[in-house]
């Protein structure tokens, strides 16, 4: 059995939330070699579902943002959400657990 390590009351409460909401999509398993906090269906910083766009009439997919490289932990969010957790000002550090240069060294594993 596995177990992820979240930090922050406010990630745990908003991971708590989205669990409460939308548990019969979960994803609780490991698919290759990547932990998943949420399903892609519904954002992990917002809870919002995934958006779709009127002009183009087609959903607009969640990301995955990496909140751990070693190992991988992924959290579904929106493009815009994505953007607020990288912001200089962030409020979402809980979703940065990682130390500078890990994701290239993440990458160039993963191409090898």
Aim: with cysteine; aromatic share 10%.
């Amino acid at each position: 059995m596995s177990t992820i390590l979240v930090k922050g009351d406010m990630a745990r409460e908003r991971i708590q939330k989205i669990l409460q909401q939308d548990e019969q999509h979960l994803v609780r398993s490991f698919t290759g070699r990547n932990t998943y906090l949420n399903s892609r269906d519904r954002c992990v910083v917002c809870s919002s579902e995934r958006a779709f766009d009127i002009e183009t009439k087609m959903i607009v997919p969640l990301v995955g943002h990496h909140v751990k490289y070693f190992p991988p932990v992924i959290a579904w969010v929106h493009y815009r959400c994505h953007k607020k957790i990288h912001d200089t000002d962030n409020p979402l550090v809980q979703f940065i657990q990682y130390s500078d240069g890990d994701s290239r060294k993440y990458y160039e594993a993963k191409n090898q």
